[in-house]
């Protein structure tokens, strides 16, 4: 069993810079998947980046350039860095681990950009 926890959510200016981190507990998230998914009002849960665990990351073409996954083993820690923050980033952003069948997710924290 994990837990994930996520923090550094915010409201942000179109521009700015948010880093957010997904703790991990339970298990190391060394050996899963991890992903960062977000899912804005009225909208399906999309997956934004992820990494492997050996350490490829995966983009949407939307963040490519602006948005960079990575991972702390030794923190048990998957971060997300996001620059040049634009209003359609807004959404509550999730962290997911994915090992096989196996899939957790963390309870969300919301980023806002606006001005």
Do not use: H
């Not at 507990?25 to 934004?48: C, D, F, H, N």
């Not at 963040?63 to 048990?76: E, L």
């Amino acid at each position: 069993q994990v837990q994930l926890v996520e923090s550094g959510g915010d409201l942000v200016q179109p521009g700015g810079s948010l880093r957010l981190s997904c703790v991990g507990s339970g298990s190391s998230l060394s050996i899963y998947t991890m992903g960062w998914y977000r899912q804005a009002p009225g909208k399906q849960r999309e997956l934004v980046t992820s990494i492997t665990t050996g350490g490829n990351t995966n983009s949407i073409d939307s963040v490519k350039g602006r948005f960079t996954i990575s991972r702390d083993n030794a923190k048990n820690t998957v971060y997300l860095q996001m620059n040049s923050l634009k209003p359609e980033d807004t959404a509550v952003y999730y962290c997911n681990a994915k090992l096989y069948n196996l899939n957790y997710w963390g309870q969300g924290t919301q980023v806002t950009v606006s001005s």
